[in-house]
């Protein structure tokens, strides 16, 4: 098996680049407005002489540049494996991570203060009562003194349901809490999410701690992560760098912000992207799509026949379809007493109903041990003033997508159907949010910032790797573990 390369180098990315760092061939009117009309940015502040010093005086939020895929390394540094008791799933990981020529440890390093580890894994997978949680604090607890800036904390624990006991699926629960409690301590970029790994599923984590300890998963904090028996065979990558390699892939919504992130990230990743959107996007899709290898195809999603015509398309010109990532959407903002018909019915059509329609000429399309990721929104789950339409459209999708992965006929396939949640990703879409209920929506997440488009798509990536079995059902959230609705 070869080393999935990832660097930590710290990319700093400005939004003059695109999301692999290239300098922007073609930045839209919209875009530019963005990113380029001067506005208060408080993180770029609080980096800068100035900003570092009273925002460190006043204790104020500091986000730090966090460490996102490049093409080095899977993760630089020491990883501490440890656990409770028979901890089998850290004895597993031992041997992948070794086998990857990751240098591993099972206590922190001496002196403790040096920053030399890079991540901590925890098993509590043989928990049975709530006092055995007091071995996960002594275990993080010296290590986070030793953790390189953008760390990794992953726990791993067995689903309280699974439980043969009441005090062991209380026990079992409590992982959550403290995960998600530490992940609002952390700083500097460190993220620390929970891995609940079904009995006999334990093959099907290793795609999910690989992406948790790399850059991909940059904005994912305070998560719980389900992983369960595996959906079809597992098949490792051929080669960890391009897992996507042989697979044709659509992206809905391509021409701008997370669907043109999502399409360069599955190319780079090695599939064939049929880049999607309306006819007015026309040029920059075709720009996008000659740039990375791919087809383009505009066509509004409402359309009727939208699923059928890029089944076709996917059939005539790359022979067959694995991938489906819907990620167009739309919004319409404003009170639910003020909210027309029109505005309510356009964000329901673009961002759910034509999205059910698509699927039923999309899933049949699809090859056995396909994919299909959904985007969905925070706001879907917590809700958010002056978007009732938009919530309700995204709370469906997340239900579409648990109620989509149960099908008998979808199961049959081997297709995996998972959704991502992100909170505030910096787009087009969030470009008119007024300056205070963006720099609010900005800093309410543990990460005190927002989110680039690539932050999505490589969880969307990640979601349709062929390892990526385990994972089905599932909504991710992508939002730095905003303080709402994560
Ligand atoms: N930006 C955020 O903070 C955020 C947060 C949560 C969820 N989302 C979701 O992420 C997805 C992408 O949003 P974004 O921020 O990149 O926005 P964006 O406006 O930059 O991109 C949306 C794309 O969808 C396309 N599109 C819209 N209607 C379409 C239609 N009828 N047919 C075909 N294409 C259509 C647009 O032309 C555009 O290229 C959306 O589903 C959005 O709801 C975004």
Redesign the pocket.
């Known amino acids: 098996m070869s080393r999935l390369t990832e660097s930590p180098a710290r990319v700093r990315r400005s939004p003059e680049h695109t999301p692999l760092g290239r300098p922007h061939p073609e930045r839209s009117h919209?875009?530019r407005l963005h990113f380029e009309r001067p506005h208060f940015d408080y993180a770029h502040f609080a980096q800068g002489h100035l900003g570092s010093r009273l925002t460190k005086a006043l204790r104020l939020p500091r986000p730090a540049p966090l460490r996102r895929y490049s093409s080095d390394t899977l993760i630089d540094g020491v990883v501490l494996i440890d656990g409770y008791a028979e901890a089998v799933v850290a004895a597993r990981m031992r041997d992948n991570l070794g086998a990857l020529g990751i240098p591993l440890a099972d206590a922190p390093p001496e002196p403790p203060g040096v920053s030399s580890l890079a991540a901590v894994i925890v098993d509590m997978t043989s928990i049975t009562e709530p006092h055995h949680l007091e071995t996960m604090r002594a275990i993080i607890a010296p290590a986070l003194r030793c953790l390189a800036p953008c760390g990794r904390v992953i726990a791993i624990v067995r689903p309280p349901q699974e439980a043969s006991t009441v005090a062991m699926a209380a026990a079992r629960r409590g992982v959550d809490g403290a995960i998600r409690s530490l992940a609002k301590e952390l700083e500097a970029g460190t993220t620390a999410n929970t891995v609940e790994i079904a009995d006999m599923a334990d093959g099907a984590a290793e795609s999910v701690i690989r992406f948790l300890l790399s850059g991909r998963s940059a904005y994912v904090s305070g998560q719980l992560i389900r992983v369960g028996a595996p959906v079809g065979p597992l098949t490792p990558p051929l080669d960890w760098t391009t897992p996507l390699a042989q697979c044709v892939a659509v992206v809905?919504?391509?021409?701008?912000?997370?669907?043109?992130?999502t399409a360069r990230t599955l190319a780079r990743d090695g599939a064939v992207v049929v880049c999607?959107?309306?006819p007015?996007?026309e040029a920059?899709l075709a720009l996008l799509s000659t740039e990375i290898g791919g087809s383009a195809l505009?066509?509004?999603?409402?359309?009727p026949h939208?699923g059928a015509r890029i089944a076709a398309h996917c059939r005539e010109h790359h022979g067959g379809l694995d991938i489906v990532t819907?990620?167009?959407?739309?919004?319409a903002d404003g009170p639910l007493s003020d909210l027309d018909l029109a505005r309510w019915r356009t964000v329901m059509?673009?961002?759910l109903t034509?999205v059910l329609r698509m699927n039923d000429a999309l899933i049949p399309a699809i090859r056995e041990g396909g994919h299909v990721v959904f985007?969905?929104?925070?706001?879907?789950l917590a809700g958010n003033r002056g978007q009732a339409n938009?919530a309700a459209?995204?709370a469906g999708v997340i239900a579409m997508t648990s109620a989509l992965a149960g099908q008998d006929s979808v199961r049959a396939k081997q297709v995996t159907v998972n959704a991502?949640?992100?909170?505030?990703?910096?787009?087009?879409?969030?470009?008119d949010t007024p300056v205070l209920a963006r720099e609010v929506?900005k800093f309410l997440n543990s990460l005190h910032q927002?989110?680039l488009?690539t932050d999505?798509a490589e969880v969307i990536s990640w979601l349709c790797w062929p390892e990526t079995r385990g994972v089905n059902g599932e909504t991710i959230r992508v939002?730095g573990q905003l303080l709402t609705g994560a």
């Open positions: 919209e875009e809905t919504g391509a021409a701008s912000g997370i669907g043109e992130a999607v959107d309306v007015a996007r920059e505009t066509l509004d999603i409402t359309d939208a819907h990620v167009a959407g739309t919004k059509e673009v961002n034509s985007v969905s929104s925070t706001t879907g938009y459209s995204k991502v949640a992100p909170g505030y990703i910096a787009t087009t879409m969030t470009a929506g927002a989110g488009p999505v939002c």
